[in-house]
């Protein structure tokens, strides 16, 4: 299958400051990307969809101006959390489709953030 | 709303046992079913997947029937060997460009020697 490579595995930051998690299609074009957060025994949560060029489509509930999302190209997403808090502590994993009716999407690895 | 609902963890089998993790959903529109795996410290893998009433998805020895009249998906294997340890995920997703896939909540299965 396709590979997405998401970047960094594993962060811990501060309170308060801003940590950038990169998303990258590497053998596709993802005209589609999504952004789930996944909870300790909970599902995964998607927080946002993301179309190439244009703005983000937020979930109910996800605060837009603290997880930012750029989908500047076909290749690459990111997302920002901005302002950092220790509640924001969490595994985020992204998907990426070609964006078709019945395009598989395949995930990336996951990033732990820890925020102390 | 769409939602999927799959049974509690921790499953915990011995190698060889018959496996069972349950699935069912609640969706608008005839969705397309799937199931992820999450094998420790990895990111999520399709294991197979359903796109229209009683197809039956398979691979490496799983297999599920999309049964719409029970709005189920369940997730049988004969034959658990230790390496199928992990975590596994029913979803669905709308049949519409576009739309994101829809997760349960995740069953941890654990097979020992």
């Known amino acids: 299958g396709a590979v997405v490579s998401q970047h960094p595995s594993r962060v811990i930051c501060k309170s308060g400051t801003s940590v950038k998690i990169e998303c990258r299609s590497l053998d596709f074009q993802a005209t589609t990307m999504f952004w789930y957060r996944q909870f300790p025994k909970k599902s995964l949560m998607l927080m946002a969809t993301s179309n190439e060029g244009s703005k983000a489509t937020y979930e109910q509930g996800v605060e837009k101006d603290k997880f930012l999302i750029n989908h500047a190209s076909l290749t690459l997403s990111t997302l920002t959390v901005t302002s950092a808090h220790p509640e924001d502590s969490s595994f985020y994993i992204c998907?990426?489709?070609?964006?078709?009716?019945?395009?598989?999407?395949?995930f990336g690895q996951g990033t732990r953030l820890t925020v102390v | 709303g769409n939602s999927v609902t799959q049974m509690e963890g921790p499953v915990t089998l011995s190698e060889e046992a018959f496996l069972t993790i349950n699935c069912t959903y609640t969706?608008?529109?005839?969705?397309?079913l799937f199931w992820y795996v999450q094998y420790p410290g990895e990111g999520l893998q399709l294991l197979l997947k359903?796109?229209?009433?009683?197809d039956k998805g398979s691979n490496k020895g799983f297999e599920a029937t999309y049964r719409k009249e029970t709005t189920s998906f369940h997730l049988e294997k004969g034959s658990v060997q230790v390496s199928d340890s992990a975590v596994y995920f029913c979803a669905l997703k709308i049949n519409q460009a576009g739309t994101a896939l829809i997760f349960g909540k995740g069953t941890t299965l654990s097979v020992s020697s």
């Open positions: 969706a608008t529109g005839y969705p397309s």
């Open positions: 998907s990426a489709s070609q964006g078709g009716r019945d395009t598989e999407a395949f």
């Open positions: 359903a796109t229209k009433a009683d």
